[in-house]
């Protein structure tokens, strides 16, 4: 039954409304307007008279709440917007960019591929199973509210050092988080990227991101449209869980952060499951005029999101909402972030039809309100209004902040003759494959269910995951990618960097790159130097997406993330997303046979500057990091395309952290075949050489046959190359480097991981 | 060969199941949903892989008590062939279908990868397209696939060949480190005495096409092909 609300109400705003049983009396809708509590909500003065402004009178506590999650930082991107505008996002193959909750591109044959990566920061570090789990929900909730089925999870986590005492149990959490939700719904977590460095000690970064593939013409938007059609929630009942997990995301962490534990949301992967089958199953029928999840902020920002988008106002009972626990208050209601939840607006007269769907998959269905023409979102609560505001200047007029920024002052280049060789070059490389940044990831990878769905072609531990797209040939590439000492050392470099290797990574698969997401995670945006980092970064990927033709189409952004003062390094999450028509051109890291040639793709001058080397070996921190070069990263990358296109290359894997010799070990390694390798390093030391990390390099692994052929072709483009050696045996030898047996690399290699694990 | 591929809430390998009896039959599947009292006349049913009902009780034990799941028990008990895969080995195992018990992995963590199954019996409508002894690669993917049942039991499957998939390791030896999670014997897959029913955790129908990485499980849907035609 359809509430009759009746639009022209006149609010009475009177503190004596709302009298009831609420177990906490504090969010009582009748409590007084303090200037304290307009602090404790986050709201700047200046922020606070725009909303006496806008509202023509004091706020009510519930419209308090709403004012103050639409403006928090997470909801409004107030420090970032001004910045992210400049971002390029546009391409003939975008259909939707950002705005949108997420990004959608065109992959031919009336299909699309929607994706986004967004940050749980946050709630991991203080609960990381739950946190971790929920931000897998959220991702998906994103991706099939628009009518997408999702098809792949990916993740980029960064933990602090090893030896910090929360690491080992937050690496935990997270990973068992991640798999837990996304096992369970039946989404193949595909890859990801996972670091270690005392920045993220006390801020750990759970970035979630997800692609799922739609009909181009069954895509579905939030803004609501038409007088009078009904409003539907349907999902899991709502409860006091999360309630300000927005502001939270908007604040510094302190030492009384465990205090915010009941801020973080319980996951609930069946009952997401079933909601991703049931919208799906609704939105294959023509009933659906909007849909919104109900993410950050709950069913204030969705509510908010779909009046404004559609210039039209909602009236909502909130006594319809299905509720999990007694006495509730509107406040509770409007801010609760309970997971699992959407909201509809559908087509007149057909709520029985969508109902029958919601009843079949056991999942709540009410229609708690309608569309008005006031333009307000009104609410009411037992009988009286409890809300009453224009949701047009909540959504437009938020707040927008062009804060002061300090340039990075830029490091000093540091010559690879200043550092040390180390006194064992065989030695060298195992540390490096055996350091907590470079090992082996399977013991993380084991816990995601990696190919449910039966179309992942490329599982994690490659350079890009690969997942087909269900009964055709063609094929998304995938892969998330940040160097965040890079970022650190050189905002803008390291922003450049970040977008350029993932497109490297696409293209060593075979894949054309098409589009991003970004997952930007910086410290206190107030401060002018954390305010220079992002806006360094910015400029550096706008440059890289710019050349390489590869827009931003979806993002988030999360900022303060610090402890006590302290920010991590600036780690702009780079998901890139690339295309095969033919999914048979695919290739993988693993030569596939003995007597290969190996030929290296780009210039080595080995560049040691914040490099991993110079971490593992040297303990240091140091230098400028290695620039990128975007007109050679397209040519080199576009030269390595065609070769893979044109079946000449049996595996391609592009050198980056660790440089050359580790991506030879790699290579070697996933194959279990041996190498033969003999580089001419010229005047460069050799350990500079191998472990320096030069951009815009691939080593490519060709039958003996198309060897020649494919020299010729490079010289003929200009593209630098150099032929390197061979694979053949059971070692993997290096110059005159003693040999590594493929089995002591692999025993190595692995090892790491569930040892430290173990150790807890 | 007619098929129906039983679906619970959050049944999740549902689609692959489907698409690989479609593919290898050449017919589609009747996708019964559990609430379903009627399941037409068919050749097989699959129980496929998945968390029916979030698997927040134990796995398996809320679908073993769906309605449908009564159906599934009267065409085995006809002698209709009856295929359990992860959830649905869990399911079966609840039902009463097939005896032991699966419990939580031995390492307490979800573990999806590949491994070494060696068919230790080639004698059944499921296994005829492959050798005995014969070792295939198939990915698991589960968090409670540790098989136990009490001593008897075993006994009594290993004694009359119930055993018609191993963990082992390259070389076909059944070994600790070759076991992703602890089962007893390192038993990957059973059948019942009459040898209509087959429950097992690892995923055949993953690996069908090269493109997949593998076509091993493809011998799976050729033996119950091969026992019902």
Redesign the interface.
Known sequence: MTPDLTPDVTPDLTPDLIQDQAQDPKWNNNVEITDALVKEHGLSDDEYSLCLTILGRTPSLTELGIFSVMWSEHCSYKSSKLHLKTLPTKAPWVIHGPGENAGVIDIGDNQALIFKMESHNHPSYIEPYQGAATGVGGILRDVFTMGARPIANMNALRFGTPDHPKTRHLLSGVV?GI??YG????VPTVGGETNFHPSYDGNILVNAMNVGLADQDKIFLSAAAGIGNPVIYVGSKTGRDGIHGATMASTEFTEDTEEKRPTVQVG????E??LIEACLELMSTDMVVAIQDMGAAGLTSSSVEMASGGGVGFAFNLDMVPQREEGMTPYEMMLSESQERMLIVLKPGREAEAKAIFDR??LDFAVIGKITDTGNLTLTFKGEVVADIPTQPLADNSPEYDRPWVKTEPKAELKAADIAAPSDMKQALLQMISSPNLCSR?WI?????????????Q?PGGDAAVV?IHGTDKAVAITTDCTPRYCYADPYEGGKQAVAETWRNLTAVGATPLAITDCLNFGNPERPEIMGQFVGCIEGMKEACEILDYPVVSGNVSLYNETNGTGIHPTPAIGGVGLFND??KMVTIAPKTEGEVLILIGETRGHLGASLYLDVMEGREEGSPPPVDLALEKKNGDFVRRQINDGNISACHDISDGGLFVALAEMAMAAKIGMDITVDNGNTPLHAYAFGEDQGRYILSVPADKAEEILATAQKLGVNMQEIGKTGGDELTLNDISPLSISELLDTHEKWMPSYMKMG | MKTAVIVFPASNCDRDMIVALEKTTGQKPHIIWHQDEEIPPVDLIALPGGFSFGDYLRCGAMAARSPVTKQVIEHAKRGGNVIGICNGFQVLTETGLLPGALMRNKSLKFVCKDVNLRVDNNDTPFTNAYSEGQIITVPVAHHDGNYFADEDTLKALEDEGRVAFRYVDTTGEATKAANPNGSQNNIAGIINRRKNIIGLMPHPERLIEDIQGGSDGLGFFKSMINAIN
């Open positions: 068992e798999g837990g096992n369970c719904v039946g609930d992967p069946f009952t499951k079933l998959w056991d399977d990878w084991q816990q995601y269910d990696t190919q449910v769905m039966a179309d992942t072609i599982k087909r999914a048979s």
